[in-house]
């Protein structure tokens, strides 16, 4: 899965970016209350335990 769709995903179940950071877009998820870090490299494919990370931390499934 490619980090665009994963932010589709995101987008899509309420969480938004909170800020940008120098490597990564820092996102907050109302669901968790939570901030984490996603690539900014959209067209990468995330490997499957940064994806795993990813969806414990917003309370999204990816």
Same mark, same amino acid.
């Given at each position: 899965?490619?980090? /665009?769709?994963i932010k589709? =995903? *995101? =987008? =899509? ?9 120098? @490597?990564?877009?820092?996102?907050? /998820?109302?669901? $968790? @209350?939570?901030?984490?870090?996603? /690539?900014?490299? @959209? $067209?990468?494919?995330?490997?499957? +335990? $940064? ?6 931390? /917003? +309370?999204?499934? *990816?």
């Amino acid at each position: 899965m490619k980090y /665009s769709e994963i932010k589709k =995903k *995101l =987008k =899509k179940a309420g969480c938004y970016i909170d800020r940008q950071g120098s @490597n990564h877009e820092w996102w907050f /998820s109302p669901i $968790t @209350n939570k901030r984490f870090a996603v /690539s900014r490299h @959209n $067209t990468e494919d995330a490997r499957e +335990g $940064t994806k795993r990370a990813i969806g414990k931390q /917003s +309370g999204v499934e *990816l």
